[in-house]
């Protein structure tokens, strides 16, 4: 069997679990953009995501194969996750056109027209050889309605059949399924139980390993810039964690935020990736208990404190605020500190909320965690409600349910920052938060050169 997972700790809906796969043990993930993998390894990161995509195209899978797999091309021994390919056709690609056979895209190398079956995507993540593999879906944005999101709901079930049917290594990779279906309720449920029909009687019995005991179910959620709504969001998300079978990973796919781990983590989710800790930091902004710092602003041209001083990171333990200022948005060094730091927060909050679920204190955790990020008390509705469907009582933190509490914050934050979407990955076994960066071809190869 390809993996184990473990629940070791459950609140209501939430869960802390231990997720063992042929490289490692994961309690928490993640992955970046202009780190060494040893910096990774000082944070804690046991798993990185790698874009099929962009691998497939550089270095390509056929010479990581002949190199001995991805592990052993990078040198990194822990876990690894390849997601299908077909997102970054979709999202990156102005002329990728989805139809029966796959997903057809005009190369960047030559221009010329070529195609991504959902066999194809399971053969060159195999070549690959990462722990977790993905099916190739059909992807639509959130904020698409109609017909075209119902349609990519069925092919994604259709094609599922077919990655099965091509998986040559089902023994040593897990091959998640993707919950497609947007924001219809309706559609997500059929999604949901095509997949898990297809969790085939063998699980059920003691025979051991086969071909399902290996399948993971994962949703597919697409931020869109525009800013789609959020209680639509968790709604999706809560329907689809109670609807997924107890004893398999659940990983919300390009999420996200903080705020979105925490909340998403309370109703079930276990695994998460995201660019945003190493896309906002080329920003110039940090991660803080608080929300975030932008080292840009000109009252950090002085100020010898820490960017967090909470934080026991390399970069808090030595370099001050007024220093990063300088480098900030000037000077590469100043992305890879701040991506190290925003990292090293993303894992200390994963590791936080794991061990917290564990300890049986996650609603002190969350309120915590909300007084910090909303001092005023003016936590979101949407997230009043989800907390709700939790079972976790916010009131405490909330100006509008009790009295509030003023803490002015001197703080400057980041204003009007896109959601990132690309692919670095975090992910979050859920207890385990494992947070998974996934790296782009430049991050990718970047990471390769730091190597070397
Ligand atoms: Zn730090």
């Given amino acids: 069997m390809a993996l184990r997972f473990e629940v070791i700790g459950r609140f209501n809906r939430a869960r802390a679990a231990q997720l063992t796969l042929p490289h490692y043990i994961v309690k928490h993930h993640c992955t970046i953009k202009g780190l060494t993998y040893s910096q990774l390894e000082d944070i804690g990161c046991q798993i990185i995501l790698g874009n099929t995509y962009h691998l497939a195209l550089r270095p390509t899978a056929e010479l990581i194969d002949d190199m001995g797999g991805l592990h052993k091309f990078m040198n990194w021994d822990r876990a690894l996750l390849t997601d299908s390919g077909g997102f970054q056709m979709v999202s990156l690609l102005h002329l990728a056109d989805i139809t029966e056979k ?7 190398a030559d221009g010329q027209p070529m195609l991504l079956t959902p066999e194809e995507s399971i053969q060159i993540q195999n070549k690959i050889g990462a722990d977790i593999i ?8 959130t904020t698409i309605t109609g017909p075209r999101v119902e349609e990519a709901m069925y092919r994604t079930l259709r094609w599922i059949d077919r990655c099965i049917a091509a998986h ?7 091959l998640f399924g993707i919950v497609q279906g947007g924001l219809d309720p309706v559609l997500r449920d059929i999604c949901v139980k095509g997949l898990v029909e297809r969790d085939l009687p063998g699980e059920l019995t003691s025979k051991g390993a086969n071909l399902f005991d290996s399948h993971l179910w994962q949703l597919r959620y697409w931020w869109s810039f525009g800013g789609e709504d959020k209680d639509s969001f968790w709604r999706v998300v809560a329907q689809c964690t109670a609807a997924l079978p107890e ?9 996200g935020y903080p705020l979105d781990i925490v909340v998403c983590s309370a109703l079930g989710a276990d695994m998460y990736d995201c660019v945003y800790p190493t896309r906002t930091a080329r920003f110039g902004t940090a991660l803080i208990p608080e929300g975030v710092l932008k080292l840009k602003h000109k009252v950090m ?10 934080c026991s990171c390399m970069v808090c333990k030595t370099y001050t605020r007024a220093y990063l200022h300088c480098l900030v948005t000037k000077d ?11 990292l090293a927060y993303m894992m200390r909050l994963s590791k936080e909320l794991h061990l917290s679920i564990v300890e049986g204190r996650f609603p002190d955790f969350v309120r915590e965690f909300l007084k910090a990020q909303f001092p005023r008390g003016d936590v979101p509705e949407w997230v009043c409600n989800a907390m709700e469907v939790a079972g976790i009582d916010i009131s405490s933190c909330c100006a509008h349910l009790s ?4 803490k002015a914050s001197a703080i400057p934050i980041a204003d009007g920052e896109a959601p990132t ?9 859920s207890g385990a938060v494992p947070l998974l960066v996934i790296i782009s071809t430049e991050d990718f190869l970047q990471a390769i050169h730091f190597f070397n």
Avoid at 332 to 342: M, V
């Fill in 102 to 108: 796959g997903v057809t895209f005009q190369s960047p």
């Fill in 168 to 174: 040559q290594r089902p023994h040593e990779q897990n």
């Fill in 421 to 429: 979407f690309g692919k670095e990955i975090g992910a979050n076994s």
């Fill in 403 to 406: 009295a509030p509490v003023y």
């Fill in 332 to 342: 590469a060094l100043g992305s890879q500190l701040l991506s190290y730091h925003n």
């Fill in 301 to 310: 041209a002085n100020d010898e404190r820490p960017i967090d001083p909470t």
């Fill in 134 to 141: 993905m099916a190739l879906d059909d992807v639509v944005k």
């Fill in 247 to 255: 004893d398999k990973p659940r990983y919300v796919m390009g999420v």
